[in-house]
Nanobody, 121 residues
Framework: QVQLVETGGGLVQAGGSLRLSCAAS????????EGWYRQAPGKQRELVAT???????NYADSVKGRFTISRDSAKRAIYLQMNSLKPEDTAVYYC???????????????WGQGTQVTVSS
């Protein structure tokens, strides 16, 4: 059973920084891509940043230049460094891995439970 656990959320003033972490447990055979998504109240979940197995990164236009995604493959962890936070960044942030749990498994998405980020003005 694969589990993803996000940590690092909290309350911060506008202009501040937070670093989110996502730790994985369980069987992981191969990862196609992994990343961070967020969902604000009343809105759909949206992509924040992703990183592929080859190391290519992709960011939402709204966070480019402010957020940085990184990973530690040995720890099976990914991180999201968030700088210059704005009130509109307030949301629940979810970790995602598009991966195979076993070599014979289908590629599928796994999600964490989410961590709340609140940015006050």
């Amino acid at each position: 059973q694969v589990q993803l656990v996000e940590t690092g959320g909290g309350l911060v003033q506008a202009g501040g920084s937070l670093r989110l972490s996502c730790a994985a447990s369980g069987s992981i055979s191969s990862i196609n891509a992994e990343g961070w998504y967020r969902q604000a109240p009343g809105k759909q979940r949206e992509l924040v940043a992703t990183i592929t197995s080859g190391g290519s990164t992709n960011y939402a236009d709204s966070v480019k230049g402010r957020f940085t995604i990184s990973r530690d493959s040995a720890k099976r962890a990914i991180y999201l460094q968030m700088n210059s936070l704005k009130p509109e960044d307030t949301a629940v942030y979810y970790c995602n891995k598009n991966m195979r749990a076993y070599a014979w498994s289908q590629l599928r998405d796994y999600w964490g439970q989410g961590t709340q980020v609140t940015v006050s003005s």
